[in-house]
């Protein structure tokens, strides 16, 4: 017998995140419908925060499953509501670096989706808590955070957008005083960017904390210099094969909680999200928190 039958299922997409191609994974939604008997409903987000409400109506009516098919922006606005909850969350990755759902090994096409949204196994993953507010995957200030704010108004989306964006505005870029506190280790240091890790990656497999396990309890405080531009390719490359930790140009600390003064208020972004540009900034690791659909072992 399929336990799996008869679930409430909720699908919420993202029509502006990635490419905006999502069409092609509603036959897909249906005919799991149509196998599992799924109680399904179907929506569209229509603006800024319509998913965090959304999450909230399948958390107080007492949904299953809830699907989001966009980027890890508009994963983050469900995980708002989602955190702490029995509902689980399922992602079908279409946004511009999906980096939650890369490093936990969530397929991106129709037959690998179809069969984990047939399994639905699960994985229950720590989150962070940015001055209180949910963050699943990476939360970074500095040079990330004022890219991501730039990025936030184009109308063009998508990983190339994004390069180009960070290619355009690097040499602009002015490193400003941070002081990290994470347990016994204080540094003072005027860093490219700070990038504080729950997942590996920044999204597109460009893996700034090569180490960090999404449900280990602890996070990856990654210091990141300003480096010459001659080194990027270099780094670039290590980046992507996932060996940017043996770079002198990168310091990781491993902590549960982490507090950092910002007083040149750089800007701040949790999972790609401009989030403001605190003056103090306090994190803590939430752990077994959040239930996720992944592919079975």
């Given at each position: 017998?399929?336990?799996?039958?008869?679930?409430?299922?909720m699908?919420?997409?993202?029509?502006i995140?990635?490419?905006?191609?999502?069409?092609?994974y509603?036959?897909?939604?249906?005919k799991l419908?149509?196998e599992?008997?799924?109680?399904?409903?179907?929506?569209?987000?229509?603006?800024?925060?319509?998913c965090?409400?959304?999450?909230?109506?399948?958390k107080?009516?007492?949904?299953?499953?809830?699907i989001?098919?966009?980027?890890?922006?508009?994963?983050?606005?469900?995980c708002?509501?989602?955190?702490?909850?029995?509902?689980?969350?399922?992602?079908?990755?279409?946004?511009?670096?999906?980096?939650?759902?890369?490093?936990?090994?969530?397929?991106?096409?129709?037959?690998?989706?179809?069969?984990?949204?047939?399994?639905?196994?699960?994985?229950?993953?720590?989150?962070?808590?940015?001055?209180?507010?949910?963050?699943?995957g990476?939360?970074?200030?500095?040079f990330?955070?004022?890219?991501?704010?730039?990025?936030?108004?184009?109308?063009?989306?998508?990983?190339?957008?994004?390069?180009?964006?960070?290619?355009?505005?690097?040499h602009?870029?002015?490193?400003?005083?941070?002081?990290?506190?994470?347990?016994?280790?204080?540094?003072?240091?005027?860093?490219?960017?700070?990038?504080?890790?729950?997942?590996?990656?920044?999204?597109?497999?460009?893996?700034?904390?090569?180490?960090?396990?999404?449900?280990?309890?602890?996070m990856?405080i990654?210091?990141?210099?300003?480096?010459?531009?001659?080194?990027?390719?270099?780094?670039?490359?290590?980046?992507?094969?996932g060996?940017?930790?043996?770079?002198?140009?990168?310091?990781?600390?491993?902590?549960?909680?982490?507090?950092?003064?910002?007083?040149?208020?750089l800007?701040l972004?949790?999972?790609?999200?401009?989030?403001?540009?605190?003056e103090?900034?306090?994190?803590?690791?939430?752990?077994?928190s959040?239930q996720?659909i992944?592919?079975?072992?």
């Amino acid at each position: 017998m399929n336990s799996n039958k008869g679930l409430k299922v909720m699908l919420v997409i993202n029509p502006i995140s990635g490419n905006g191609k999502h069409g092609k994974y509603i036959p897909l939604i249906e005919k799991l419908q149509e196998e599992n008997e799924w109680v399904l409903e179907m929506y569209q987000t229509e603006y800024a925060g319509h998913c965090k409400q959304l999450a909230q109506k399948a958390k107080l009516e007492y949904f299953d499953i809830f699907i989001v098919c966009g980027g890890d922006g508009t994963v983050n606005e469900a995980c708002q509501e989602l955190v702490g909850s029995k509902v689980k969350l399922a992602i079908i990755p279409a946004g511009s670096g999906n980096g939650l759902s890369n490093c936990l090994g969530i397929p991106k096409y129709e037959a690998g989706l179809h069969k984990m949204l047939s399994e639905l196994s699960f994985r229950t993953i720590d989150t962070l808590l940015v001055n209180d507010k949910i963050c699943t995957g990476l939360a970074g200030l500095g040079f990330d955070g004022h890219v991501a704010a730039l990025f936030a108004n184009l109308k063009t989306r998508g990983i190339k957008t994004y390069v180009k964006l960070a290619i355009q505005e690097y040499h602009k870029y002015k490193a400003e005083k941070v002081v990290i506190h994470a347990g016994t280790v204080n540094i003072e240091c005027k860093p490219l960017l700070v990038a504080i890790a729950n997942s590996d990656q920044f999204g597109n497999f460009a893996r700034i904390s090569p180490d960090s396990i999404p449900d280990d309890g602890i996070m990856e405080i990654c210091i990141l210099e300003k480096f010459p531009w001659y080194s990027a390719p270099f780094l670039a490359s290590r980046l992507f094969r996932g060996k940017i930790n043996k770079s002198h140009f990168l310091r990781i600390i491993s902590a549960t909680e982490v507090h950092i003064e910002n007083p040149n208020l750089l800007p701040l972004h949790l999972d790609g999200e401009p989030a403001g540009n605190p003056e103090n900034i306090v994190v803590k690791i939430a752990p077994s928190s959040l239930q996720i659909i992944v592919p079975k072992n």
